[in-house]
């Protein structure tokens, strides 16, 4: 659905650019400045998204994470609610596998203690990703067109001229969860091992003590490095997944332009669709990769190396 | 690709997701499941114990059956035992009336062959002097000769 108007290099760009509301650095608080105007008709713009820096928020980012994790809680709340152990339905059924599966992941790679935050943790995590996840196999252009007000994204017509459906492929809703398991690495590896037992941990290993430079440079990068790829692994392979949709969208560009047009269209309605089952396997395993290293990690922390 | 103030809204939201689903999902659904766990591991056990039970009571079955046949078996042979013994002891007892009842005809039949005897005596006693008075014609004097009949009809 590329509108005519739009070559390329500024449908890919339009793709890749975050509903973004933030302070610019003359104090005011407004929806960023893309190609000389507001991404939100009728609103003033006085800076674009890199002058915004740290204090920004993607409202599309935000907005489709917690809806999502919204449509979640509420969804569990309520089989759990009326869950019963006699007569469960096709529903209860369908969350109660879900919650084995969780739970014998946390028995598998969790094995320190009964600490009753991994469970629930582990299903929020599987389960908001994956929610998150699947928002990639939403046509491309299916959600800007309507955050538009049903016409092409960029043009005139609508409220929202930038809306990205898919949480994970701006870095912030990654690395923001990866945070909050770094948070919780620190507060059981404190709690577990002492502050000192946990620097010793870093500073200690593995040459002894009098090796203690050297132990940081091999242990601090290593430490931290798994942390940060928790969350980059999720973004760079949503990422790439939406960047190769980009790409397939652009089939269509001609499609009711020339034969040629019609071809292309083909050829990308096939390739869409084989990339589309194929992420199907990325979406489910990334959510369930990130959920078994954050057992796996938090495992290590609760652990004396 | 910026970093910037969403990362911490992301998080908060990931904190409240994970602290509601901690709070209100999670041990409910587990609840349900353990609970439901039990119940089938309380039934199959409850249904072991049961065939257990079952196959016991067959057994006990078969036991109290063949103690039931014994018995029966028992007392039938006790029954015939003491029916023969009915038997014989009704059977000794009628040979003991018949020979009582035997006994005592003989001797009522002695005792009526001897009065038959001692009264024909008398008769003959009686004859004899009727004869002998005929003959000789004068009254004996029974008073007088009755050692004499005695004698007679002793030797009769």
Known sequence: MASKELNSTDYIEHHLTNLTYGKCPDGTWSFAEVHGKSQVAGTEASCNINEMGFWAFQVDTLFMSVLLGMGMIFFMRRVAKNASSCKPGRIQNAVEYLVTLVRDQVQDNFTADKNPLMGPLALTIFVWVFLMNLMDLIPIDLVPWMANGFTAPNAEGGAIHYFKVLPVADINAPMGMALGVLILIHYYSIKKKGLGGFLAELTFQPYGKWMAPINVIFEIPGFYAKQLALGLRLYGNLFAGEMIFILIALFFGGFFSSITGVLAGVAGLALNFIWAVFHILVVILQAFLFMVLTLVYLQQAHEHH | ?156
């Not at chain 2, 003491?82 to 038997?87: G, S, T």
């Not at chain 2, 005809?105 to 004859?127: F, M, N, Y």
Request: negative net charge.
């Open chain 2, 1 to 156: 690709m910026n970093f910037n103030a969403t990362l911490f809204g992301q998080l908060l939201a990931f904190v409240f997701f994970v602290w509601f689903t901690m709070q209100y999902v999670w041990p409910y659904i587990l609840e349900a499941l353990e609970e439901r766990e039990k119940e089938i591991s309380d039934g199959l056990e409850a249904a072991s114990r049961g065939k257990r039970e079952l196959d016991e009571a067959h057994q006990k079955k078969a036991e109290i059956l063949e103690e039931a046949k014994k018995e029966a078996a028992d007392l039938v042979n006790q029954a015939n035992a003491r029916a023969n013994q009915l038997v014989e002891d009704a059977k000794s007892a009628a040979h003991e009336e018949a020979e009582r009842i035997k006994v005592s005809a003989q001797s009522d039949l002695d005792q009526a062959a001897k009065r038959t005897k001692e009264e024909l005596r008398s008769e003959v006693a009686a004859l004899a002097v009727a004869g002998a008075e005929r003959i000789l014609g004068s009254e004996i004097d029974k008073d007088k000769n009755s050692q004499i009949i005695d004698q007679i009809a002793q030797e009769l």
